[in-house]
């Protein structure tokens, strides 16, 4: 009796392993086949979702560790929430990805007349400045400190302006957009300190 204990425990240690060995193709195949596809969007979800891609990675990880430990069964039973983890991953990039292309399109159309509008404001306030530089009456509501102050804002808008230029060359046309805006808006605040009319 107890040798047949004996050869059926040993008979079901065999199976076991058989069913491990059993285990170990499709493991490693689904482990290979999610290492792969998330490699296709790693980049853009490096960029786009790097929370959501931390979390994806970490549970890869998990499966490689499965695998490196033989628990093959352990690893096929997680691929299939890793494999929706990817996907999830995918949508989330893509749709980032789509919403920051179309915010940057719209930005590289807010550019062109950002690009006439500012500079000409900067002209107008560097002839203005150089009028009221040379009068010996300043007009009614323009101070000698409204004027100096004005001066210094030219030089700094002058700056800026070369710092936006550079960016909208470069491609990076919301940053661009960003750093004229505010230029924008300091030109016609300084066009107000002169008596100047911004409109």
């Known amino acids: 009796m107890k040798k047949q204990s004996a050869w059926l425990l040993a008979s079901l240690a065999a199976l076991v392993l058989v069913g491990c060995a059993g285990q170990k193709e499709p ?16 980049d853009a979800a490096q960029k786009y979702a ?6 994806v990675e970490t549970q890869l990880a998990g499966v490689k560790d499965s695998l490196a430990k033989g628990d093959y069964k352990g690893a096929l039973d997680a691929a299939p929430a890793l494999t929706t983890a990817i996907s ?35 002209a107008a306030i560097q002839s203005r400045v150089e009028v009221l530089s040379k009068s010996h009456h300043l007009p009614k509501g323009v101070s000698k400190d409204g004027l100096a102050s004005a001066k210094s804002g030219l030089d700094s808008m002058k700056a800026a302006w070369s710092d936006a230029s550079n960016s909208a060359a470069a491609g990076d046309f919301t940053s661009a957009v960003g750093k004229a805006q505010a230029m924008k808006a300091q030109a016609a605040d300084i066009m107000k300190s002169l008596g100047m009319s911004s409109g």
Not at 27 to 35: I, N, R
Not at 100 to 118: C, F, N, Q, Y
């Open 27 to 42: 493991a490693e195949k689904a482990f290979a086949s999610a290492q792969a596809a998330l490699a296709t969007i790693h």
């Open 50 to 55: 790097p929370d959501q891609l931390q979390a």
């Open 88 to 122: 999830s991953l995918k949508d989330t990039a893509d749709a980032k990805q789509k919403d920051a292309e179309a915010a940057a399109a719209a930005a590289k159309d807010a550019w062109g007349p950002l690009s006439t509008d500012v500079p000409n404001m900067v």
